[in-house]
Nanobody, 130 residues
Framework: QVQLSESGGGSVQAGGSLRLSCAAS????????MAWFRQAPGKEREGVAI????????YFADSVKGRFTISQDIAKNTVYLQMDGLNPEDTAMYYC???????????????????????WGQGTQVTVSS
C-alpha cells in the first residue's frame, strides 16, 4: 500500500504561481510513476503531469505545457508540481496519484488513464481568479 498526501493548494490571481507537493509513504517499485490529475466541477478528471521516479519519462497535458513543471526530491519521496502563469481555467481540485510503470514495446512508461492509478491522495484545491 502507498499513502499519498498533497499540500500547497490555495487561491491566486491570474498570472500567479503555486507549488503543489505530494509526499508518498514509499515507492514500492524502482519503476514507479507519480502523477498529477485535476478535476474541475462538472468535468472529467484529467492528467496534468506525470513522471517516472527516475525522471526519465515525463508527460504534460497540452493545456499546461510551458507553464507547469514536475520535479521530485527522491530522498523525501516527494513530487512537486510548479504551476506558473495560472489562469482561471486551471481552477480545479488537484490530485496526486501513483502507479507502477508499464513495459510497452520494450520501454517503461507511465499510464495516462486515471483508472490505471491505484493510489490517490485526498486532493488539494487550486482556485485562480481573474
Amino acid at each position: 500500500q502507498v499513502q499519498l498526501s498533497e499540500s500547497g493548494g490555495g487561491s491566486v490571481q491570474a498570472g500567479g504561481s503555486l507549488r503543489l507537493s505530494c509526499a508518498a509513504s514509499r515507492y514500492p517499485y524502482s519503476r514507479f510513476c507519480m502523477a498529477w490529475f485535476r478535476q474541475a466541477p462538472g468535468k472529467e478528471r484529467e492528467g496534468v503531469a506525470i513522471m517516472t521516479i527516475d525522471g526519465r519519462t515525463t508527460y504534460f497535458a497540452d493545456s499546461v505545457k510551458g507553464r507547469f513543471t514536475i520535479s521530485q526530491d527522491i530522498a523525501k519521496n516527494t513530487v512537486y508540481l510548479q504551476m506558473d502563469g495560472l489562469n482561471p481555467e486551471d481552477t480545479a481540485m488537484y490530485y496526486c496519484a501513483a502507479a507502477a510503470a508499464v513495459l510497452y514495446r520494450g520501454t517503461w512508461s507511465c499510464p495516462r488513464d486515471r483508472y490505471e492509478y491505484p493510489y490517490w491522495g485526498q486532493g488539494t484545491q487550486v482556485t485562480v481568479s481573474s
